[in-house]
């Protein structure tokens, strides 16, 4: 689904697409800790890219959504949920390493 907002959309797709364009916005946003693992710590890429998608799973999906009410209480999750949410995170770390390294190595070329 293209992320586009026509005004004849009933307000339920609108929101859903905003929901979206938040969400892929904010993996875009997160990028950067990712380099910022990669320059100030000794960290190899495949770790960087494991933290960094787990920060952004522990601090955004499992703190900051639940406290500022995007989301329910992390309890109305089964705990499934929280490891598989945990997981495609960390594959988003190792994706977006996977990037940042070609693009580094690209670029310096």
């Given at each position: 689904m293209l992320l586009t907002l026509d005004t004849d959309d009933p307000p339920e797709k609108r929101i859903?697409?905003?929901?979206?364009?938040?969400?892929?916005?904010?993996?875009?946003?997160?990028?950067?800790?990712?380099?910022?693992?990669?320059?100030?710590?000794?960290m190899p890429p495949v770790v960087a890219g494991v933290a960094s998608g787990a920060a952004l799973s522990l601090i955004v999906d499992e703190t900051l959504n639940p406290l500022l009410g995007i989301t329910p209480p992390r309890d109305a999750y089964p705990k499934s949920a929280h490891i598989r949410g945990f997981a495609t995170h960390a594959v988003w770390g190792l994706v977006c390493g996977a990037t940042a390294e070609f693009l580094r190595r690209r670029w310096r070329t």
């Open positions: 859903e697409a905003l929901q979206k364009g938040i969400h892929f916005g904010l993996g875009a946003a997160w990028g950067p800790v990712y380099c910022w693992l990669r320059r100030h710590t000794p």
